[in-house]
């Protein structure tokens, strides 16, 4: 639910061409996630592992955004 927010500050404040590519990145290990989930739930690690760092990459890199923003 809290993807989608964090991407568009993203792609508003830095770059929307890097939020496209770090929210491939999430939806792939969401993918994964899933795929691994249906399979074996205890191999469903990874695939959460990938699309939290990508998540963290778009809300840090959202943060630093606005807040670069608001000094300038």
């Given at each position: 639910?809290?993807?989608?927010?964090?991407?568009?500050?993203?792609?508003?404040?830095?770059?929307?061409?890097?939020?496209?590519?770090?929210?491939?990145?999430?939806?792939?290990?969401?993918?994964?996630?899933?795929?691994?989930y249906a399979c074996d739930?205890?191999?469903?690690?990874?695939?959460?592992?990938?699309?939290?760092?990508?998540?963290?990459a778009l809300a840090l890199?959202?943060?630093?955004?606005?807040?670069?923003?608001?000094?300038?």
């Amino acid at each position: 639910m809290a993807f989608l927010p964090v991407l568009w500050v993203f792609a508003i404040f830095l770059s929307s061409l890097w939020a496209t590519g770090i929210g491939c990145v999430w939806l792939l290990g969401r993918v994964w996630y899933a795929r691994a989930y249906a399979c074996d739930p205890k191999t469903r690690g990874k695939g959460f592992l990938v699309s939290m760092l990508a998540f963290g990459a778009l809300a840090l890199g959202g943060a630093w955004g606005v807040l670069r923003g608001l000094l300038v």
